[in-house]
């Protein structure tokens, strides 16, 4: 497997920030990247795994163990028992956009709302990546992962890994670690074969992005330029020449809160009701069973409200930073966090920190960070 002199981590991060690693190592196919990870679980050394490090803040001082970088590529077109639909195969490193370009010009739907998000492939489930309604819990089948208790490759389906708003088992919380640890060898996607024509939206949350109404009826590639568009206004898409695109994307996840805490917000704060459970298990032992089932239980359902409402109403506005610092809130967008050039992740941090402690004291609610976090601290 190819050894490379190791990079700071800082040129590999959309954030721009960290150190240099003790060891770097490049795995161009399956086989490089799991021999790599099986090396690296064998001497029990901290390791990490980076496709497009766009999900990642990482801290200052160099990483004391190896830096796996996924290279892989590639997209495999297979058929679906589900007539209309198609799969579609992809290796971890390959670039998410790229895979989303690729359906479009197939004329399949199902992540042509996801167009734009940065990173790679493998890391999609991970978080369970979406954008405007769109989810890859509702298109993924099944990932090849590599264990790290186990050391072996299996093929896990997507109901076997948590995937929920933003997380999955997989994902390492901050604060927490993955219940279960492992590495996205391969992706496989069901999507719906519906061509190049135009026709009716389904998601309203897509609709209301897109300023279109319930009956208007566009195509698939119509939808990825549009989104591109609204990403790009919002500094969303990378970019170069951009230090609005410097950032993690949305440092701060959407708040999940109960139905009550919602309704202690300001009426004007955007909010989604989340489906509830309409069918949970009920479970009566069977010495204790007298023939009576009760009737379930009418709950509300989990709101989603706007962390981005929810900083710019506690007074922190875009293009907000503290005095002297490197780190600011994008121009353009108030849930990016932004390396403004040659910004320390410490700064960054402290911005972070600032913003959580502002809108806790306006709304009593502490904003959880949605990148991993490795070796920083909020």
């Known amino acids: 497997m190819p050894e490379i002199e190791p990079l700071p981590l800082a040129q590999l991060t959309t954030l ?5 690693p003790e060891r770097m190592i490049d795995a161009l196919t399956t086989d490089e990247l799991v021999a790599a990870l099986r090396d690296a679980w064998a001497v029990s050394e901290p390791w990490l795994v980076i496709g497009g490090g766009s999900n990642l803040f990482v801290g200052d001082e160099p990483f004391e163990g190896t830096v796996i970088r996924v290279r892989t590529q590639g997209v495999e077109r297979m058929p679906s028992p589900r007539p209309g639909h198609a799969r579609l195969r992809v290796q971890a490193g390959h670039d998410w956009d790229a895979l989303v370009a690729f359906a479009v010009a197939e004329g399949l739907a199902g992540i042509e ?7 790679t492939v493998g890391a999609a489930p991970v978080q369970n990546v979406g954008a405007y309604g769109q989810e890859i819990v509702q298109t993924l089948v099944e990932v090849d992962l590599l264990d790290e208790e186990t050391g072996e490759v299996s093929t896990v389906s997507a109901a076997e890994l948590g995937l929920g708003f933003r997380t999955s088992v997989l994902k390492q919380h901050y604060g927490s670690l993955p219940l279960r640890s492992g590495v996205i060898l391969t992706v496989t996607l069901e999507l719906a074969e ?47 020449d951009d230090a609005d695109t410097w950032s993690a994307g949305s440092f701060f996840q959407n708040a999940v809160v109960s139905a009550s805490f919602a309704r202690t917000l300001p009426p004007e704060c955007p909010r989604w009701p989340l489906a509830p459970d309409l069918d949970p298990v009920l479970v009566i032992p069977l010495e204790a069973y ?26 922190l506005r875009k293009g907000f930073k ?12 108030a849930l990016a966090l932004t390396n403004r050039g040659g910004a320390t992740a410490g700064e960054l941090a402290e911005l972070a920190r600032f913003i959580q402690g502002r809108v806790q004291s306006e709304f009593g609610l502490i904003l959880q960070p949605e ?8």
């Open 16 to 20: 721009r920030t960290g150190g240099v």
């Open 113 to 119: 709302a996801m167009s734009g998000i940065p990173g």
């Open 194 to 240: 519906v061509g190049y024509a135009e026709r009716p939206i389904a998601g309203e949350q897509l609709r209301a992005a897109l300023g279109l109404g319930p009956d208007d009826a566009v195509s698939v590639a119509w939808i990825r330029d549009h989104v591109l568009a609204t990403r790009r206004r919002k500094g969303m898409v990378l970019d170069p």
């Open 290 to 315: 007298d023939g009576y089932i009760p009737p379930p239980v009418a709950r509300e359902s989990e709101v989603k409200v706007s962390a981005a409402w929810l900083i710019e109403h506690s007074g």
């Open 322 to 333: 503290l005095p002297r610092s490197r780190a600011a809130l994008s121009t353009k967008h």
């Open 371 to 378: 990148p991993v976090l490795v070796g920083v601290e909020i």
